[in-house]
C-alpha cells in the first residue's frame, strides 16, 4: 500500500514537473534568431540586435512573426539609427510618408516625430480616438513601425486587436457590420472602406474603426452600389461601432508602456492603437516623450474576399 502510494506521487510529481516545463516552454518560444514571449498581445523580442544589417532569412522569419503575432517588441534595441529605422521599414515593401506633415526635428523625410512636447515633436497626435494609421488613403497603411527615442513616465500607447472583435459580434451584428461602410474624407477627398474586410496577409476578418475622418456610413445594397446613410443613422452606427469596441476593450487592450530601446513593428491592419491624453502630459509634470514613426504603404486596397450577401443566405 506504502509503496502504491509513493508510486502515485512518484507518477503525480513527474506529471507536475512535465506541466510546469510545458508552461515554461509556452512562455518562451525560441527558434535560432531570437526568443519570442507572447504577452497579452504580440510578443516580446529579445536576443537579437535589429539596428545592426541582418540575414534575409532573419528578416522573413521577422515578417513571418509580425504576420502571425501582429506586434512584435523588440527590447533592448539601443543601435537603431534613424537610418536604420528606415531600412528595417523598407523590409516590409515602400514606405508611405505622403500624409504626414514633418517636424523640424524629424531626421528624415520618411520619420514621423511626435512629443509631448511642441519644440521636440509634433504635439497630441493619435490621441483622440483609436484608429489604424492612415485610414483616409485608398490603400491604408499596412504596418507602423515605432522607435521611443525619449521615454517620459506616462509613455504608454494601448493597443488592441482587431479580429477578436469581429468573432466576438453576435451572428445579426456581424451581418449588418458586413454591409457598411466607412465614408472618410480628408482635405476634400472621399475615400470608401468596407467596415469590416478580410485582412491581406491572414484573411482573417477585421475592421476599421471609425476615427473622425470617417464622415457617414453607406449601405451595400448587394448589387455592387451603395446608399449614403443620413447624420441621423451614421450617429447611430458610429456609436454603435465606439459601444462594442468600450465593451470588449476591457478583455482585449494591451497598454504598452514603453521602456527605453523599445522597437514596435505592428500590422496596422491587424490591430489598432492610441496614445491615452495622459500621454501629452506637460515634459516639466513627466518628463519629454519622443516618439519616431516609419509607415508603410498598403499593397491594395481594403476588401471583403467573400461574399457576405451569401454567407447570409445560407445560413
Ligand atoms: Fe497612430
Redesign the pocket.
Known sequence: MGSLRSMFCRHAMCRKFIIICCAVVNMVQSHEFYDLKPVKLGCEIRGIDIGNPIPEEVIEQIKKDVTEHRLLIFKDQHNISPNGHVRIGRWFGDLESSFFTQHPKSPLRDIYRVSNDGSEGLRA??TTSW?S?CLYLPKFCSY?IFHVINVSKEAETDFVPLNEIVEGLSESQLSKWEKLWLVVIRKEVRVDHPLIYSHPESNKKVLSLPTGFVKAFAWDTGDGTKFLSDREGSTEIRNEILSVLKRRLEDLKYPHMWEVGDFIIADNQAVA???PPSSQKPRTEVGLRVLH?VTVAGKEAPERKYDSFKEKDEL
Open positions: 497626435i493619435g484608429h494609421d507602423s492603437h492610441w496614445a514613426r
